[in-house]
Each structure stands twice: as structure tokens, then as C-alpha cells.
């Protein structure tokens, strides 16, 4: 494959090859149902689910993800292995997503196996947010980024402000931090940007910067306005909303 289909990324101070040919499909849906996941979706999404929330690493197997995955859709899980197989090797290991956490000895089975032992796997800080855009992880998604952003070392002022500022959203409007975040994955997932980890400001404005315009005028507008005409602002958006 030619050199331009890659481009570097880095977690956890190794440097790999983000393979940009592999299709993140988290957002994928049917061309006659855009309100209606794709298979692969699903997959991805629920894959990526089970190792943000699972800390047993017993549990973080290929095979026990795809027990997960099977039951919580109602089907074998060995009808969904080799998918899940293709998801991890394919699509989520190349794109930095997920990384080998490790390996568990096997008791059983030949003998190289048992040597070798079989992987398990952990999200990588891409991952991280990745997961924080899953509207099926609820409230979780909150409790993940402020995770993500507590163990986020700014390299100036301006990603100190995106921090903090971030960190206070989330404890004031939650809502409006997940849309954004959930933006600025989506535009990951379709090329629009390279990588998404860490965070900057930069990166974040370069997908934003027409996506929220109509809050920045409100907000704008309403520091304008009397008294009186802010508490008639607040009663319309209690009653549409």
C-alpha cells in the first residue's frame, strides 16, 4: 500500500500508522434508513462500548466481546466473531482507536498458544473520545470526558483554556459539550481531520467554527438584553423545549 494512505499518530509514547483507508463506520447508516445503523456500526459501536466500560481484561478478549455484543443483540456469538475479528484487525487497530493491552495465559490448547498466551484489548485516548460520541453509553459519556480532559496535559495557555473551559461545561451544560464532541468525532470519522487526540483548540474551532454560530448569537444577544426580556427569553425556551 503506498505511503500516502498512512499518516502518523501517537498514544502512550509509541508512534504507529494511522491506516487512513480504514473506514470507521461508527456513523454509518442505511442509504433508505438514515436513522438506522448499519451492522458494521453496530459492531463498531458496541465494541468500542464494551472496552470503555469493562476493566476485567479477562472480559476484554476477542472472544468475550463478541459474547457481549451477541447477547445484548439477541444472537450466537459465534456467528459474530469473525466480524468482530474484521472490526478489530481491520478497521479499529489500524485507525488508533484500540490498541493490545496485553496478553492472558492459556491453561489449555497447544502448546505455542499457551506460550504466546491470548490478547486482550483497551481503547487509546482516540478511542476514549470515540466512545464519549456513543449515545447508547448514556450518563457514562459525561463521566468519560471528564476523565479524558482531567488527564489532558495542555502545551499552552490556550489548551489550558479549552480544558477548564470544557471541565465547567460539563458540570454546567453537559448537553452542549457532548454536540460538540460528538462534531468533532464525526468529522474524524469522515476524514475531515487527521486525528482528534490530544485535543486543540485549533482542531476543534476548524470543525466548529460554523456548527455552533447560532448558540455564539445567542449568547451574544442575550447579554444585551433588559432584564425583563431575558425572563421572556427563558420562559419561550422552557415551554419549546
Not at 173 to 178: D, G, R
Request: proline residues 3%.
Amino acid at each position: 500500500m503506498s505511503k500516502e494512505n498512512f499518516s502518523l499518530i501517537t498514544y502512550d509514547k509509541h508512534v504507529v500508522l494511522k491506516n487512513k483507508s480504514s473506514h470507521i463506520a461508527i456513523f454509518d447508516t442505511f442509504k433508505t434508513k438514515n436513522n438506522k445503523f448499519t451492522g458494521e456500526a453496530k459492531r463498531q459501536r458496541g465494541i468500542i462500548s464494551h472496552l470503555v466500560l469493562e476493566k476485567n481484561p479477562e472480559l476484554r478478549t476477542r472472544t468475550s466481546i463478541a459474547h457481549a455484543i451477541a447477547k445484548n443483540n439477541g444472537m450466537l456469538w459465534q456467528n459474530i466473531y469473525s466480524a468482530i475479528f474484521k472490526d478489530l484487525n481491520e478497521v479499529l487497530i489500524p485507525s488508533g482507536l484500540v490498541k493490545e493491552g496485553g496478553r492472558l495465559p492459556l491453561r489449555r490448547g497447544p502448546k505455542a498458544l499457551q506460550l504466546e498466551g491470548i490478547p486482550f484489548y483497551e481503547l487509546t485516548e482516540t478511542g476514549v473520545l470515540v466512545a464519549s460520541s456513543i449515545v447508547e453509553l448514556g450518563s457514562s459519556r459525561t463521566k468519560i470526558l471528564e476523565t479524558y480532559f482531567n488527564n489532558l496535559n495542555g502545551n499552552s495557555s490556550v489548551d489550558d483554556l479549552l480544558k477548564k473551559s470544557i471541565l465547567l461545561l460539563l458540570q454546567t451544560i453537559p448537553s452542549f459539550v457532548l454536540k460538540i464532541i460528538n462534531a468533532y468525532v464525526y468529522a474524524y470519522s469522515v476524514n475531515k481531520i487527521d486525528n482528534i487526540h490530544p485535543i486543540t483548540l485549533d482542531k476543534l474551532c476548524s470543525v466548529l467554527r460554523d456548527q455552533i454560530s447560532i448558540e455564539r448569537e445567542f449568547i451574544e444577544t442575550y447579554d444585551t438584553l433588559f432584564q425583563h426580556q431575558k425572563i421572556l427569553l427563558k420562559d419561550f425556551i422552557k415551554i419549546v423545549s
